[in-house]
């Protein structure tokens, strides 16, 4: 331990953060400075890092704002911390996650180790079979309005080093740097992007509804992504009185439910005929709502169960389309496939874990990029679409697994 130091951070805990960083990957912050160009003096940089959050004089640089569209339209602002930034938010992170990883709720989904997105998706499934009634719950600007001091004071419920408390509350208030270079101060909200801002959300609803959930409503079952929030009632009456009181404890943390986007849903099933004006929502990229299932006896039946979401299949529409594969003609199809496999992979696993059948609509999307790049490689084959499909079945027949679709036994979208 180096007793020059105010603050006792080990060199072998920044060198873990860095290389946590570099397999994260990610873009470089408003000094340019990408995770090769930093590696290019690693030594002093990494030991800079660590002499400045020892002595506790450093300061994050402001955040490099970047603009991306919002599935329901206008753009969210992301974050970007410098690679030096992003090491010294790691090196807080991992002190402090395994502090606070015990005490959420095990209806916390999002950004924790052992938990996923398709658990919260599997879990909220049969809940909807259980409780007729959901709250789809949206809270409006959730990271851009999150109270600094209330923030605070969740952490230190969890953690008294100082070094930690400081430079979170540096990070809180660092600055971000528009794109057309201006900077803003801010004195609410973590911007998206940050390393920590995942961990420091997750602490603030923790407090905010999981702790209270658990207090005043244990009755209620709950899935709760970060922000994105699942809450089951057996009864309307419930579901209104919960959306009420969801909104006042949510009021009291200085945030505010969104007035159009949250709405009570009826999980109407053959079970459920009641009429009732929502009957489906969005979460975690899939939609649930009534469908047409066939029982272990082979008998069909409507269930209320989750698919692909629409807005799923035209964003990942749009990035097929983007591919321009058909322009490949100087490529093979093993290049293609290459390039298209692991992407195709991570959406079929993600989106093909519930009502597989879904998928195909959209990998058919793929299968008909294939058949225009057979047409203007092999001129023969131009004429007729028909004759550029059998082309891609012969070659299915032979290769089955060349492509991710046909390898998971999806031939029937090659037809």
């Known amino acids: 331990m180096d007793k020059t130091k105010p603050f006792y951070i080990s060199k072998q805990a920044v060198w873990e953060a860095y290389l946590r960083v570099k397999a ?6 408003v000094d340019d400075v990408s995770i090769t160009k930093f590696e290019e003096k690693l030594k002093d940089n990494l030991y800079k890092l660590w002499n400045r959050m020892s002595s506790g004089s450093y300061m994050p640089p402001p955040v490099r704002a970047v603009s991306i569209p919002k599935d329901s339209g206008g753009e969210r602002i992301l974050g970007i911390p410098t690679v030096a930034d992003r090491i010294a938010q790691m090196v807080v992170t991992k002190c402090i ?20 997105a398709l ?25 851009d309005n999150l109270d600094h001091q209330l923030m605070m004071r969740a952490v230190k419920k969890h953690t008294d080093y100082p070094w930690v408390l400081l430079y979170v509350e540096r990070w809180l208030k660092a600055p971000i740097q528009r794109e057309d270079g201006t900077v803003e101060n801010r004195d609410k909200g973590t911007p998206q ?6 961990l420091l959300a997750n602490i603030f609803m923790h407090h905010a509804f999981d702790e209270w959930m658990r207090q005043n409503h244990p009755q209620i079952l709950f899935e709760r992504y970060a922000d994105d929030v699942l809450v089951h009632c057996k009864t309307e009456q419930q579901a209104n009185l919960m959306c009420d009181a969801i909104e006042k404890r949510l ?6 439910v969104h ?33 047409r299932a066939k029982n272990q006896h082979g008998k069909f039946f409507v269930s209320f169960i989750p698919a692909i979401s629409n807005k799923a299949k035209s964003r990942i529409c749009k990035v097929i389309r983007d591919w321009r594969i058909h322009r490949l003609v100087w490529a093979t199809l093993e290049d293609i496939a290459d390039k298209i496999n692991p992407i195709v992979r991570g959406w079929y696993y993600y989106y093909g874990r519930f009502y597989k059948s879904a998928m195909y609509s959209v990998l058919r999307n793929v299968e ?26 012969g070659i299915c027949k032979r290769t089955p697994r060349l492509f991710v679709h046909w390898a998971f036994g999806l031939e029937s979208v090659a037809e």
């Open 24 to 29: 994260n990957k990610g873009a470089a912050g």
């Open 97 to 116: 996650e395994p502090i606070v990883e015990p005490h959420f709720h095990p209806d916390s989904y999002g950004y924790r180790p052992g938990k996923s």
């Open 193 to 198: 992007g940050g390393v920590c801002s995942p």
């Open 368 to 393: 008909h990029c294939l058949v225009r790049w057979v047409q203007r490689k092999y001129k023969k084959l131009n004429r007729h679409g028909r004759n550029a499909r059998c082309f891609l079945q």
């Open 259 to 291: 007035p159009e986007k949250t709405q009570i849903v009826y999980c109407k099933d053959d079970n459920r005929r009641k009429k009732y004006s929502k009957e489906s929502f969005d979460f975690l990229g899939y939609t649930f709502r009534p469908r």
């Open 251 to 256: 009021a009291q943390c200085k945030l505010e």
């Open 119 to 143: 658990g919260a998706v599997a879990v909220a499934r049969q809940r909807c079979w259980e409780r007729d009634w959901v709250i789809d719950l949206d809270i409006k600007g959730f990271f």
